[in-house]
């Protein structure tokens, strides 16, 4: 491999020949060899665009010579195009703040630009990595805004499969909406319902984790870009911190907005642990409700058995024709480490001293990591599972005829001490609720059968009373 010379303020350094990256980035990778994980698309994406808008507004001000300028926006729109991947190359986790990655985009740009200009790479007279590219910015100002960039987007792009999602469980909903199951509290038999009610149960729950998202959107909108490394602006032009945010609208078609308070969205990270907390709710009931799936399709001879999910692969090395409810394990996991990931947020977030947070990084990589996993986990939970559910409508109506929990509607009419004992003489004799009260002459048949209404159990009110007459 062929080698240049680079020098920064800590000495020379061997760069390889072909490398848009420079010595303070070969340094850090030198340093960090810890995950083997590097920054995603997404971040990468988010990187190009602040750098992009930070050109264009420097230009526009007059700080930045056009010639120079054109070169580097030129070069961060190939990033921003899906170029030069490879060039990124540090782990994620690495120096505070980012300032590794910050100064791994900026030497990139940097000799990308050099090259645009007919120069040769690593020559910094020509474009400088901090001079030009990282002119009006510090890594303290535009990791956040990178890190609010990509979360918009990929929040953008979950919230869109989370719909998908709803969309199914109102599908399902409709399709289920006949079928009467027993319902269950302290997973013991309750009050009659209908699939259907708990499918568009599911879906109002993630209509609410989805208006949430919409929320956080906007609060990741604020950016604190220009406030450069303490938040005061020290070093950018006040025109430089209007027009960038231009630029970004311009670029991302995100609703963004400068903040008024630069130093305290420098110091604080609360916009994205707000968003982790978001994302960690929509991972608790999506948990919830895959739970609630596996259970109903337990089974199908020894469990519930009320619905039967798609199969789709084998269930067992040992048992032969077992087939488990995989998608759903999947989804658990994905959730799991979601809500893992937010501790992490809350941890890091929370340990930023005096006007800078330095826990960025992981920051990024734990949100970035968790929006990735649940948009991918929630399209392969509707395509593969949710899409594909079915009824076991016989196995449903039997259950709910032998529950106990029907005898909830006799309260209004022989009293709660009365039905218990029904219910306590049907499990010990193996009668039905209906012929016990039949026997003891608590009710007539007639008014039994308007009483012992299992659709009308489902709905509100008191079963079988005529309402004309009850006033």
């Known amino acids: 491999m062929d080698f240049r010379k680079e020098r920064d303020s800590l000495g020379e350094m061997l760069v390889p020949e072909d490398a848009y990256y420079g010595v303070q980035t070969r340094r850090a990778l030198e340093n960090f060899q810890i995950s083997g994980l590097h920054q995603s698309d997404e971040f990468i994406w988010a990187t190009a665009a602040v750098k ?51 100064m791994n985009a900026n030497e990139v740009l940097a000799n990308r630009a050099i090259e645009i200009l007919g120069g040769k790479r690593g ?51 409709k399709e289920f909406d006949d079928v009467i199951k027993s319902g269950r509290t302290h997973l013991e038999d309750a009050a009659p319902v209908r699939l259907g009610q708990e499918f568009n149960a599911y879906a109002d ?17 604020e950016l604190n870009i220009g406030a450069t490394a303490v938040g005061t602006g020290v070093n950018a032009d006040p025109s430089y911190v209007r ?44 948990t919830k409700i895959a739970n ?22 084998p269930g067992s090395s040992i048992m032969p024709g077992k087939v488990n409810p995989v998608i759903a394990e999947c989804m658990n996991m994905i959730a799991f480490q979601c809500m893992g990931n937010d501790l992490s947020v809350s941890l890091a977030s929370q340990a930023g001293q005096l006007e800078l947070n330095v826990m960025m990084p992981l920051i990024a990589f734990d949100i970035i990591f968790s929006l990735k996993i649940m948009k991918n986990g929630l399209k392969m939970f509707r395509e593969k599972m949710v899409e594909g559910i079915t009824a076991n409508r016989q196995r449903c109506l039997e259950m709910v005829e032998r529950s106990p929990g029907i005898a909830l509607v006799l309260n209004p009419y022989i009293g709660y001490s009365k039905a218990a004992e029904a219910v306590k003489e049907s499990l010990r004799t193996g009668k039905s609720i209906r012929q016990i009260v039949l026997e003891k002459g608590w009710l007539d048949d007639k008014t039994l059968n308007r009483v012992l209404d299992f659709r009308a159990m489902t709905e509100p009110g008191v079963k079988g009373r005529d309402r004309r007459r009850a006033k």
């Not at 992009?52 to 007059?62: C, I, K, Q, Y």
């Not at 609208?249 to 995100?254: D, P, S, V, Y």
């Not at 596996?294 to 199969?311: F, Q």
């Open 52 to 102: 992009l808008a930070a050109s264009r507004a420097n230009m526009r001000t007059g700080a930045l010579d056009r010639k120079r300028g054109e070169a580097i926006a030129a070069a961060a729109l190939e990033v921003l195009k899906g170029g030069m991947r490879d060039q990124f190359v540090l782990d994620v986790f690495q120096a505070g703040a980012g300032t590794s990655h910050n």
């Open 123 to 173: 020559d910094y007279t020509v474009v400088h990595p901090n001079d030009h590219v990282n002119m009006s910015q510090s890594t303290n100002d535009t990791v956040p805004t990178t890190i609010r960039l990509a979360s918009i987007r990929l929040i953008g792009e979950l919230n869109s499969e989370l719909r998908n999602l709803i969309k199914s469980f109102r599908r399902k909903g």
């Open 205 to 221: 729950m993630l209509s609410i984790d989805s208006e949430r998202l919409v929320h956080v959107i906007d609060r990741l909108s």
């Open 243 to 286: 027009e960038v945010v231009k630029e970004l609208r311009a670029i991302t078609h995100f609703k963004l907005r400068n903040s008024e308070h630069l130093m305290a969205l420098t110091q604080s990270m609360s916009d994205f642990v707000e968003a982790s907390g978001a994302l960690r709710c929509l991972a608790v009931d999506i």
């Open 292 to 313: 609630d799936l596996r259970l109903m399709n337990s089974g199908p001879v020894t469990g519930l058995a009320e619905i039967s999910l798609p199969a789709v692969q």
